[in-house]
């Protein structure tokens, strides 16, 4: 084998894998070397490649701690330690031990473990969460709980104003599109799955008295709704002692959020992603950033302020859910990367792999595979950091949440990366027991549920490995008709925010967009829906019908733990929310519901849902 073969798999790069078609794809050289560079490791050469190669495996060879370790909580780790050595609890405790003693057992959390100059994480996880009762609820965009007449954007208060009714139905969670923060300097820029941060807020989903709104039509004003919301925030904002609003949100959450509101506030003034900004402000810790701190720390403490707003209305929301007595109440959505231009890599640059993006392999629509311009994290940056990033976000996230999906939890596996320039894709492996271990521990902690979005190329055994820890998987019953047999272990839907609701789905207008598009020819279209009227007819054989309330039925009765119901299904939406592959060419995130947040209980069609499930036992 050549040095960049042998660098490529030692760095955990997968020399060959199976796309969706069923193609088996090798790891070409240039993706080889675009994706080592990513990751910090030169291999432009082959004599530069073995040049890595040596430094690289020196640096494994002194090792005599694994960089990590999963153990059970409470249960001591099995590893002899040759050394003295001490243990650093997450808590703030210290045990220390002799060489060859053996360690303790270790109280949930991410602990770390000294000795000889080395360092290792111990992961103290549950061996598995304990699944939810069987329940229901619905799936909803935010964004688009305002009626046209009313206008504007979906605000936090219209969630609560939602969830409440909707458990006063009986239902077990409301979910939504991924909230993190995005990009309020730039409106078009409303993607939820491309955020400048996940371990923060959308301020643009505010409530905020003086708002101005006018009414529109079926699809959101962003521009609009977002200038309008920004304004009436900063005359809400003016006139309050920011310097004790900065100093309160600061005690409870440190230089991580200062250094948060200083990039929005750099982005005001430079633009709303820091490439572009010009060099001297491009680092977090240069000093013409630390002086535009200093010179603009009303500025900064704004973007606190928000972040402060943002969690006090997301606290009124879980209270709204607790009060309505429901069993998970809010179902949030983590986006599975981070825009490469947001605060997330500008704040932390070294935890991101460089000129490559997150995307997919080849598929049917895809044929030459998808990038999704987000950065990936690198895998042993993460673990170099004992996997801290990522308990952090989840924990953002469940601080608020009773339910949590995972976006595209097969990248707990392996994360599909695309070098920009050109070069096909390829496979980077990931740690999944130790993400996996990260995710019941913050699961545990919060007393919430997991879902890992396990669709697509899944890898063998992952959905094992998720059933074993207690986390649910997923189906779709646009894909896999045989509900009855569905595992217990799952969140079962018809579909999801990336697919056609099912009155659509059946009419085959997904395939009329790509059509349209140029996505397909003509004569792959007519093929396609063909399929397409068979699935249809062998779906409404399998739940002893064709209409949405057969559907509902059919989920109802299914083994799945948590049926979620999409309300664009309920209310007999034609067109879906994201038409994967689209940016621009298609409404993307605009589509309003139909009825305000406070009318949808009074809807015939849920209260027929929430009758269904209901009798179903759920």
């Not at 701690?65 to 330690?81: C, N, R, S, Y």
């Not at 509101?261 to 810790?285: I, K």
């Not at 976000?393 to 596996?413: K, S, T, V, Y």
Request: proline share 8%; with cysteine.
């Amino acid at each position: 084998m050549t040095a960049l073969a042998v660098l490529a798999q030692a760095a955990g790069l997968l020399p060959v894998y199976r796309d969706l078609t069923g193609t088996e794809r090798e790891t070409l050289p240039e993706t080889a070397q675009a994706l080592l560079a990513a990751m910090g490791l030169p291999a432009a050469t082959e004599a530069e490649a073995a040049e890595t190669l040596a430094a690289f495996e020196a640096m494994r060879a002194g090792r005599v701690l694994p960089d990590w370790l999963v153990a059970a909580e409470g249960v001591a780790p099995e590893l002899t330690v040759p050394a003295e050595w001490r243990i650093e609890l997450e808590s703030g405790g210290l045990i220390e031990g002799r060489a060859e003693d053996p360690l303790p057992a270790l109280p949930l959390g991410i602990h770390r473990l000294i000795s000889g100059g080395q360092t290792s994480t111990l992961l103290a996880a549950p061996p598995a969460l304990p699944l939810p009762e069987r329940g229901w609820g619905v799936m909803l965009p935010l964004y688009g709980l305002r009626d046209a007449a009313t206008g504007g954007l979906g605000d936090f208060e219209d969630l609560r104003t939602a969830l409440a009714w909707l458990g006063g139905l009986g239902a077990g969670f409301v979910g939504i599109n991924p909230i993190h923060a995005g990009f309020p300097t730039d409106p078009h820029a409303i993607s939820p799955y491309s955020p400048s941060s996940r371990r923060r807020f959308n301020v643009a989903h505010l409530a905020v008295p003086g708002e101005g709104t006018q009414a529109g039509g079926d699809l959101v004003d962003y521009p609009g709704a977002i200038a309008a919301r920004m304004a009436a925030l900063r005359a809400a904002f003016a006139g309050l002692d920011a310097k004790a609003l900065a100093a309160r949100r600061r005690a409870a959450d440190g230089a991580d959020l200062d250094r948060f509101a200083l990039h929005q506030a750099l982005a005001d003034r430079f633009g709303p992603y820091w490439p572009d900004w010009p060099a001297e402000y491009r680092s977090p810790d240069s000093p013409a950033t630390r002086r535009f701190a200093a010179e603009n720390a009303e500025a900064v403490a704004f973007h606190l302020w928000l972040q402060l707003q943002a969690e006090s209305q997301l606290d009124r929301v879980r209270a709204a859910a607790q009060a309505a007595g429901m069993a998970q109440g809010l179902y949030l959505d983590l986006a599975v990367g981070t825009h490469p231009g947001g605060a997330e890599t500008w704040a932390d640059p070294g935890l991101f792999a460089q000129g490559v993006s997150l995307g997919a392999p080849p598929d049917a629509f895809a044929p030459q595979g998808q990038s999704w311009g987000l950065a990936p994290m690198v895998p042993g940056a993460l673990a170099a950091r004992g996997f801290r990033p990522l308990a952090e976000i989840l924990r953002a996230q469940l601080r608020f949440a009773g339910l949590l999906r995972i976006d595209h939890i097969l990248g707990f596996e392996r994360t599909f990366w695309v070098p920009e320039g050109g070069a096909p894709g390829g496979y980077v492996r990931m740690p999944r027991a130790a993400l996996l271990a990260v995710a019941r521990i913050e699961a545990a902690r919060a007393g919430a549920v997991i879902v890992g979005e396990d669709l697509g190329n899944v890898p063998e055994g992952l959905r094992e490995d998720l059933a074993a820890s207690g986390l649910l998987g997923c189906r779709l019953a646009m894909f896999d008709t045989d509900l009855e047999t569905w595992p217990e272990p799952v969140l079962g839907s018809f579909g999801s925010h990336d697919l056609p609701p099912f009155a659509a789905w059946g009419a085959g207008r997904d395939i009329d967009w790509h059509l349209t598009l140029g996505h397909i020819p003509p004569d792959r279209a007519e093929a396609l829906r063909a399929e397409r009227a068979g699935q249809a007819h062998a779906l409404s054989v399998r739940i002893g019908g064709v209409g949405v309330d057969a559907l509902h039925a059919a989920l109802a009765a299914s083994p799945a733990r948590l049926a979620a119901l999409q309300v664009e299904d309920m209310l007999g939406a034609t067109e879906q929310a994201n038409l994967p592959g689209t940016v621009d060419s298609h409404p993307n995130w605009r589509r309003r519901i139909g009825p305000g947040a406070a009318d949808l209980a009074e809807c015939e069609p849920i209260q027929r849902a929430a009758q269904i499930m209901a009798r179903a036992g759920r």
